[in-house]
């Protein structure tokens, strides 16, 4: 699986390349066109936080496959109002950051980026209760 990572408006790191090619290394991508990677821990909720959800969605151009977004989710509200919102959203096809306090050039997301994949791997990789992964295909129109 060949994703592109060195030409985007943020530095992906190999790193987290490698880790979702191994999460897709099972899963005949032959007829897909879009996957969507969702990673929840177990033990987040709204009372007494943990690690947000994410979801990453690749899609595929010719041999390769390209990040469309990655979106960090949270809990807001409070009581009955709690509900799950993007607290950070990575657009690389719109060319858009997003926080819960507006859009902003994918480019000003460069220092909160790295701190957030950063994060990410190590949760992924060293965390005692591992995130549950659910992989969705989209398969190519025929």
């Known amino acids: 699986m060949n994703i ?3 030409n985007l408006p943020l530095p ?4 987290l390349v490698n880790h979702l090619t191994d999460l897709l290394k099972n899963h005949d991508l032959s007829n897909t066109s879009t996957v969507t990677i969702n990673f929840r821990d177990p033990d987040y909720c709204s009372e007494k936080g943990g690690y947000h959800p994410v979801e990453i969605m690749l899609f ?3 041999d390769t496959w390209h ?3 990655i979106t960090d989710f949270k809990y807001v509200g409070q009581g009955q109002d709690v509900e799950l919102a993007k607290d950070l959203d990575f657009d690389f096809q719109a060319g858009v950051f997003q926080t819960l306090h507006g859009y902003y050039r994918i480019e000003e997301g460069l220092d909160i980026y790295q701190v957030w994949e950063e994060n990410f791997i190590t949760y992924s990789s ?6 549950i992964v659910e992989i969705a295909l989209t398969s190519a129109l025929t």
């Open 67 to 69: 990040f469309a977004y």
């Open 4 to 6: 592109d990572y060195k």
């Open 60 to 62: 595929r151009r010719g």
């Open 12 to 15: 992906v790191s190999e790193i």
């Open 126 to 131: 060293t965390s005692k209760t591992k995130p």
